[in-house]
């Protein structure tokens, strides 16, 4: 193993956390790190499909195109996640910092002939692929269902646990701080709201006592459970 893949600080809950120490190692040897700054791009929609990569540290998200030219996220990419789709021939998304960020790297052509040798890699990005699935109809249905005021909690709530997860934050914890990835446009075009409704529900929360805001992103939950109820109402 080499000394990129022991100080890897999402080695264990990555892709690469289901190799042995000899496939670590093949591995290893394939990728290059890169860091990306906030709003630069990695992949753009329609690109020729030449890579695959691991989320290390920051947050991406996935934009399309719509019909009228305008750009819709439909995706946001935590640490550990996994970038690409092997065996496609071009990108589906465009790949976005929304803060500084970096990636391992993967040229497709290799990682897809590693994937035929390691049915566990290949089993695991499987899992992980219906996972991703299962996960973004749960999204769907929420935003088909609820209001305003439940989109937004649910998205602060969301954020809360995959920051949690990637130790950049305590789920749900009580004051804890946290560095929201996105503007509230962004928020918005996540929620499928405007930028008025959201800031809106924010200063909502702020005068009930949910939350409390600090500067341009960071956001702190002073009351966890009410922010669930909000969350759970219709």
């Known amino acids: 193993m080499t ?8 080695r264990d809950r990555s892709l690469c956390g289901t ?8 591995m290893s040897r394939l990728g290059r ?12 929609e329609g690109d020729d499909n030449i890579l695959c990569a691991n989320v290390l540290g920051g947050v991406l998200k996935l934009s399309s195109l719509t019909p009228s030219g305008d750009a819709q996220t439909v995706g946001l990419l935590y640490p550990a996640d996994f970038i690409g789709r092997p065996y496609a021939d071009t990108v589906d998304h465009d790949i976005t910092a929304l ?4 990636v391992c790297i993967f040229a497709r052509a290799p990682f897809e002939r590693m994937m035929a040798e390691n049915i566990q890699l290949e089993r695991q990005l499987l899992e992980r692929t219906l996972s991703e699935l299962e996960r973004s109809r749960r999204w769907l249905l929420f935003l088909g269902r609820k209001s305003a005021s439940a989109r937004l909690a649910g998205l602060i709530i969301d954020i809360d646990r995959r920051m949690a997860q990637t130790g950049c934050g305590a789920d749900l914890g009580i004051g804890q701080l946290i560095q929201l990835p996105l503007t509230r ?3 918005a075009d996540v929620l499928g709201l405007t930028i008025e409704t959201v800031s809106r529900e924010i200063g909502k929360l702020k005068d009930a006592g949910v939350i409390a805001t600090e500067g341009r992103r960071g956001l702190r939950i002073l009351k966890p459970a009410a922010l669930k109820a909000i969350m759970d109402s219709e």
Not at 33 to 44: H, P, V
């Open 3 to 10: 000394k990129v893949c022991e100080d890897c600080v999402v």
């Open 19 to 26: 190799l042995d120490d000899a496939a670590l190692t093949e």
């Open 33 to 44: 790190r890169r860091k990306l700054a906030a709003g630069e791009s990695l992949q753009f």
């Open 99 to 102: 803060t500084e960020a970096e």
């Open 185 to 187: 446009t962004e928020m």
